[in-house]
């Protein structure tokens, strides 16, 4: 199914069922909210809030996959009940957030250390931009494209915890990697054009509370579109 078929089957099932995808969008907003946007000067307060966002995020990894799942699932009929995640799939998005984590922080900590090389080796150089400075330019580029790459591929990882749950948590990153070959770049476009709505929605604050459900039902069915019966060993 393409980009346009996976938008329109999303809005035909929420069309009549939008209550519950949106309350429970805007439950877990209401949570997150004073944790992460508030400032605080306590460091007692940054730990807690740090603490309280990886629960919440580690739980919606897989808590909301589930539910959507459902949602398809029960023909639009799902309920809060089915938020709830086996402690299995809680683990494996735990170790699955570590991991990403760890990828991202390693990729950006040699991007910082190329950039801030390249501009002492600017500043000090007789050229405006040397052909090291370029040079770094290109690895940083492929290091960002590497990333953005490598987050495509492990992103139905979420669902396969819930959906396959007698896989391991590499087995299923595994089984990601080999349903998104071919697919990447159709998931890459696919959350492109969801820019427009949601900056539009960022901007109303409001209407994040309709387009993340749109959003999140129609990586769902993306999913749900790519037959991974092969990949399974």
């Not at 877990?28 to 004073?34: D, G, K, Q, R």
């Not at 023909?75 to 709830?84: G, I, M, R, V």
């Not at 490598?150 to 349903?179: H, Q, R, T």
């Amino acid at each position: 199914m393409d980009r346009k078929g996976l938008k329109n089957l999303s809005k035909q099932q929420l069309k009549g069922h939008w209550k519950v995808p949106v309350l429970i969008t805007l439950i877990y907003c209401a949570l997150i909210f004073p944790f992460e946007f508030i400032p605080s000067d306590s460091t007692f307060f940054m730990l807690i809030s740090l603490a309280v966002i990886l629960c919440l995020e580690v739980w919606a990894c897989v808590g909301l996959p589930k539910f959507y799942l459902e949602f398809i699932k029960k023909s639009s009929e799902a309920t809060y009940s089915d938020l709830k995640v086996s402690k299995s799939a809680i683990l494996k998005s735990l170790g699955f957030t570590v991991i990403v984590s760890i990828v991202g922080a390693i990729a950006g900590g040699i991007i910082s250390f190329i950039l801030i090389g390249s501009i002492g080796v600017a500043l000090f150089s007789s050229a405006s931009i040397s052909g090291l400075t370029w040079g770094a330019i290109i690895v940083v580029a492929l290091i960002s494209v590497a990333l953005v790459v490598f987050n495509l591929a492990v992103g139905l990882a979420p669902y396969i915890f819930v959906d396959k749950e007698e896989l391991k948590l590499f087995e299923s990153i595994g089984l990601s990697i080999k349903m998104m070959k071919g697919n990447k770049w159709k998931f890459f476009v696919l959350q492109l054009s969801f820019i427009g709505w949601g900056l539009l929605a960022t901007v109303t604050v409001i209407g994040l509370l309709w387009f993340i459900p749109y959003m999140q039902m129609t990586v769902t069915n993306f999913y749900k579109s790519l037959d991974y019966s092969k990949d399974i060993a």
